[in-house]
């Protein structure tokens, strides 16, 4: 690496020199990678999911060990560095990058460890959920992720997490057993339920806002490895039809059932007959991972008559991927979500009214079921806020970078989601949250956990070292 000296981005907004020789010192002191642009394996290091959210950072270190992280953690302390956190670089808001910072790339620590006695994975901080689900599905096993395969699990599962699972086993993070952590003072702690306790609780669901977790030791449950699954399309027109059922569905639906009410344009893939490509469509994605599917989602069948029926038998690790072609790297990404109590009859025609007019044929829009488990935690099991929410809805506006009509793509989003705010729990979630959401929009994601939350953020990260997230500032 060239280790000549640079300015990075501080804490205080101005500009931190760091000398060449504090560089090699560092470079000397970790078994990582220190990076710096062009450099091999830089363009990878600083890739992230969301292209309308790319940064650059000054200077990447891709540690292989907590000890590593320690000693990034302590350099950026140290010179006052302004230090993000990547782990799959999937969050739409592009909290992997500080720009013109510091930036730890997880992806070296991507090793499982699954433990089938104990019903235990231990899980590295740049793991993807492909990583984890392979591994502990080879067991029969597996624990709540989300829904594309690409997603970094760390992101996902301290910010709360949710996917085809959550209704039966709760959060991702309500699944987090103990966690190997580098705290803003550069220690090493362990955090669990028996030691630091309240550490712990901020843990399951503050996001990165307390450290960097360098090991997650995850529960998991037995299911499948073969699940009933997949996606059922009509058209549009029979949206109404399509919601009602969809309706009914989730008023009925046992835990090991998870659907989710889509409104898409019908993409130009084999399994869409042609004459609908391009043509709007309304459906369900489902994942089944109990004993009678058949039953649950015979209301579902006897719709009759769908453009699309892929709902079959299928081993869980393709459901988790079977969304991946719709969210590819590189593109634009904006999205608006609320929380739900329900399904009023008036939130779904403002919501049919609003995913009718989507700009783009890569947007969608969606409503998902959760409830069920992630509805029924003690008050003190961890800081994921809204546990009263029953659905998550929203909209997702989607377009290549050269398309020029991104203000409209923006507008259609905004004006979709201000239709079903009026229906809204009044809170969101935090991983879906945008740049451009205020601290209002972070402080109705925790709820009445937010003034905790700050005050062991003062306790563990007083100087906000730790603020290139959703940040939640330390109380006074």
């Known amino acids: 690496m060239n280790t000549r000296g640079f300015d990075i981005a501080g804490l205080d907004g101005g500009r931190v020199s760091v000398t060449s020789r504090q560089l090699e010192d560092l470079d000397a002191r970790i078994e990582g990678r220190l990076l710096r642009a062009g450099d091999e394996g830089w363009d990878n290091a600083v890739l992230i999911w969301n292209a309308m959210a790319a940064k650059t950072p000054a200077l990447v270190v891709q540690p292989t060990s907590a000890r590593d992280v320690a000693t990034a953690v302590a350099f950026a302390r140290d010179h006052r560095l302004l230090l993000s956190i990547k782990g799959g670089g999937h969050n739409i808001a592009g909290t992997s990058i500080a720009e013109g910072g510091l930036t730890l790339d997880m992806s070296r620590m991507r090793d499982v460890i699954v433990d089938p006695d104990a019903g235990l994975a231990h899980v590295g901080p740049g793991c993807l959920l492909k990583d984890v689900d392979r591994a502990t599905l080879a067991h029969g096993l597996a624990t709540v992720l989300g829904f594309v395969s690409e997603t970094g699990v760390a992101g996902l599962t301290l910010g709360g997490g949710f996917g085809y699972l959550m209704r039966r086993f709760g959060w991702a993070a309500d699944n987090i057993e103990e966690v190997e952590i580098v705290t803003a003072d550069a220690g090493i702690r362990t955090a669990s339920r028996n030691e630091n306790p309240e550490l712990f609780w901020a843990l399951r669901g503050g996001g ?264 939640i500032s330390p109380a006074a």
Request: glycine share 8%.
């Open 208 to 471: 990165g806002n307390f450290g960097i977790v360098t090991r997650f030791t995850l529960r998991l449950h037995a299911v499948g490895p073969t699940i009933t699954g997949g996606l059922i399309l009509w058209s549009a027109e029979r949206a109404d039809e399509v919601f009602a059922a969809y309706h009914d569905l989730t008023e009925s639906a046992p835990r090991e059932l998870t659907a989710a009410a889509v409104v898409l344009t019908a993409p130009p893939a084999p399994f869409v007959p042609t004459e609908w490509h391009g043509r709007l469509v309304a459906g369900m994605l489902v994942c089944h991972s109990g004993r009678s599917a058949e039953a649950d989602l015979a209301a579902v069948h006897a719709r009759g008559d769908p453009i699309v029926d892929l709902i079959t038998e299928k081993p869980y690790v393709a459901q988790q991927s079977m969304l991946d072609d719709m969210e590819p790297k590189g593109l634009h990404q904006y999205w608006k979500t609320e929380f739900l109590p329900d399904l009023s009859t008036a939130y779904l025609e403002a919501f049919r009214a609003g995913a009718m007019k989507a700009t783009s044929p890569l947007s969608y829009s969606v409503i998902f079921h959760i409830g069920g488990a992630s509805n029924e935690r003690d008050e003190d099991d961890g800081a994921v806020g809204n546990r009263d929410a029953r659905f998550i809805s929203g909209f997702s506006g989607v377009w290549p970078p050269a398309d020029d009509r991104a203000v409209e793509h923006v507008a259609w989003v905004r004006d979709a989601w201000e239709r079903i705010r009026p229906f809204s729990t009044g809170g969101n979630y935090v991983n879906f949250q945008l740049p451009e959401d205020d601290a209002g929009r972070t402080v109705a994601a925790y709820g009445k956990n937010y003034e905790r939350l700050r005050r062991l953020k003062a306790e563990y990260d007083p100087d906000n070292l730790f603020r290139v997230n959703r940040n």
